[in-house]
């Protein structure tokens, strides 16, 4: 049901970020301070932490406005924390945001801009990124391209999208998709409706490292794939092939090299086709189980995360509400 007073929910997944606690607070005064016209509420998923981020933030969000931390039971990655803020925003559109206050106060006026002119999904693209161009860059904008032509998910930006403003009903429908192993924004592209773009400079990060590590990269990687497209096991396949064509020259080469050079060259030849040849189809059995190895996980509809506890912070004392129930991203 949407509200008199438009109501946006800010998103902010948050691990081991206890440095990050004030800015996270400021920068939520400073977005209710430059939008009076419109309610907001924040909701910090503590993501397993570990060093106090809960108890910081119980601190620094004091007064601030309306706010809840919902406390994960561990740590179950970034786009997990995200579906749990989709699951417990009560507003009518819901903006991610990073708990490193990468993103400039115009850039939240622009996605605000652009939902209320009736886009159902605006996405936030870095004009310009904290980190200089490097490798890490180069991989993400070359896995969009990749990603955006190979997949069911046509919308995907080709930038690399960083943050995602969606509104009730896309988050409606993110809720209900119960996939386990998830790129949550190609789920929020392949929903459809009215998509658009905007673009800002990424602020340096004021505190602390990354989390997003080259492990957590490569596993949203194959999620994504997996989940979305068939194309590694066309690429399979058609490696196969073109390492069979290869296979039969090689073959007849050896049988003419058997006439000039000595056996030991031939055998050499022949070991290495077979090498190959093994190494692809090693390669195709992986391909293959990391489909099925996801299809059996979400037919076990284990839940995205699990919460311990959601806490309600504002002027007023917090309140925390304990939970044991496992909460999954459908019915």
């Known amino acids: 049901m949407a509200h008199a ?6 998103i902010v997944p948050a691990y081991n970020e206890v440095e990050s606690a004030g800015d996270i607070a400021g920068f939520y005064r400073d977005i209710r301070a430059a939008h009076p016209a419109m309610g907001f509420e924040l909701l910090v998923i503590d993501d397993g932490s570990t060093d106090g981020t809960r108890e910081a933030l119980l601190e620094t969000l004091k007064g601030v406005g309306p706010a809840r931390i919902v406390s994960l039971s561990r740590n179950f990655g970034s786009h997990a924390g995200i579906s749990a803020g989709f699951a417990h925003a009560r507003g009518d559109a819901a903006l991610t945001l990073s708990a490193d206050r990468q993103e400039p106060l115009e850039a939240i006026a622009d996605f605000i801009a652009e939902w209320q002119d009736g886009a159902d999904i605006v996405w936030g693209l870095r004009s310009s990124r904290a980190v200089r161009k490097g490798m890490g860059e180069t991989f993400a904008r070359v896995f969009s391209r990749i990603y955006g032509a190979n997949s069911d998910v046509p919308d995907y930006p080709t930038e690399g999208p960083s943050q995602i403003l969606v509104s009730r009903a896309v988050i409606d429908a993110l809720v209900a998709m119960p996939e386990l192993n998830r790129n949550v924004l190609a789920m929020a592209s392949w929903v459809g409706f009215d998509q658009r773009k905007i ?75 077979m090498l190959v040849v093994g190494g692809m189809i090693l390669v195709g059995i992986g391909v293959l189980g990391e489909y099925v190895w996801r299809a059996g996980d979400d037919a076990r509809r284990r839940p995205v995360f699990i919460v311990r506890s959601v806490t309600e912070v504002d002027a007023a004392e917090p309140v925390d509400s304990r939970s044991s129930v496992s909460t999954t991203g459908g019915s």
């Open 5 to 10: 007073t438009p109501l946006l929910s800010l």
């Open 199 to 273: 673009f800002f400079e990424q602020l340096p990060r004021p505190h602390g490292v990354s989390k997003w590590t080259t492990k957590r990269k490569m596993k949203l990687v194959v999620d994504s794939f997996v989940e979305f497209s068939h194309a590694p096991i066309e690429w399979v396949a058609w490696g196969g092939l073109i390492l069979g064509g290869l296979g039969g020259l090689s073959l007849l080469a050896a049988i003419v090299l058997a006439f000039f050079q000595p056996l030991g060259a031939v055998a050499a030849l022949l070991s290495g086709v």
